[in-house]
């Protein structure tokens, strides 16, 4: 690999790490708001998601360069193909932070709905998957991957529990059925988040063993 | 352009519009399950979508050989990079269909609960979404990608009225809320396919004039 090649991988790196930790400030601000019913907070993971959305261009146009000037072969096209993928999966995590968001504003408006407090476990879950997919693509490490996708089986037991929890809410009281279904909501994307997540650690378990895991992760221990 | 490598693009084109077939087909029969309460249809979906996952696959490996075979540069290197992407969202798409589906499976338990009339015409148009934004990308047509686009507003139209006509039947009665739910996350899985079909028109357009035009549809005439 040339040495050019190998600086503008590393810099691609660099930028989709960097897009993700703007993705992970984004779903934690998005929490808190929806917590707190914080509008002031909302509002801000609304208008940071330009930044995602301009930082995800401009890799997608990075990516591209590299391929065009290096057109290289193998693992490195491999490498270059996910971080095109992976920087749509978290152009798509920070939309949905922001529709977290947008929930969350809903939540500020009468009568008061209390969050559940799994929620806030559920999203610190999706968001250690994040940075753990995105670690285990820059290291090329299969195994911490692989614990990535199984953790995914953990939000799931978050979702339907919430989703059980809210049911209970909602039929104490038509009243809550509104901030109930942005609860609701919230809570899928958050579910969703965790499934781009887990789309990642998929990819990378690909580049590292050249055979497409994807849709057959019970092969490697998943329930 | 290479003969062969006009003939790959080609191979790759029809691949994608026949992985498309496979979606609306998927699409059309979930919602079918959800208004009929067909249990055999909705798990004929449910296990239809292995062949979805296998397609994508499938065409994720065609790329990456053409890419690494052909070496392409400029629009052709653009086109090959768009195709991935496509077949990225129509494999999500089908995902969606298939939990429609599975909400289609809990509807088919008592009390009936009635799928609002909107559900149907919503799903047509994300459908028809689905096959225009296709029909783009192989006429290259710009303009065809447009009207795609603008046709999401709609979609959202549909998704905000039929989420009010659900909180009015659930507020009327607690004993709806879970059927409720359901009927919700498969409104919202319609809205998400209609998201994935406006993804591709982008990418179209894109792939057209050159730009990226993700994130700022508003610069071609959409409200």
New interface residues.
């Given amino acids: 690999m040339s040495k050019h090649l190998v600086r503008d991988l590393d810099q691609l790196q660099k930028d989709i790490l960097s897009l993700a930790g703007l993705v992970e400030q984004s779903l934690s601000k998005a929490i808190r708001a929806l917590k707190e019913r914080d509008i002031v907070l909302a509002r801000e993971v609304v208008q940071g998601d330009?930044l995602i959305?301009?930082e995800?261009?401009h890799i997608?146009?990075e990516?591209?360069k590299v391929?065009?000037l290096h057109?290289p072969?193998?693992i490195d096209?491999?490498r270059i193909?996910s971080v095109?993928?992976i920087c749509?999966d978290l152009e798509r995590m920070g939309d949905l932070a922001e529709e977290i968001a947008e929930r969350a504003m809903s939540l500020c408006r009468p009568p008061f709905f209390p969050v559940p407090e799994g929620v806030q476990r559920m999203a610190d879950l999706a968001s250690t998957m994040v940075r753990q997919s995105l670690d285990s693509f820059v290291s090329l490490d299969v195994k911490l991957a692989m614990r990535v996708v199984r953790m995914d089986d953990e939000v799931d037991r978050y979702n339907r529990e919430l989703?059980q929890e809210l049911?209970k809410v909602?039929?104490d009281s038509?009243a809550n059925?509104?901030h109930g279904?942005s609860v609701?909501?919230a809570i899928?994307h958050i579910e969703r988040i965790a499934d781009h997540a887990t789309n990642i650690a998929e990819d990378v378990i690909y580049l590292v063993e050249g055979e497409?895991v994807?849709?057959r992760v019970e092969d490697f221990g998943r329930k």
């Fill in positions: 330009t959305d301009a995800e261009n997608t146009e990516c591209l391929l065009a057109q072969v193998a096209l491999r193909t095109l993928m749509t989703i049911v909602m039929n038509p059925i509104e279904l609701f909501s899928r497409i994807r849709h």
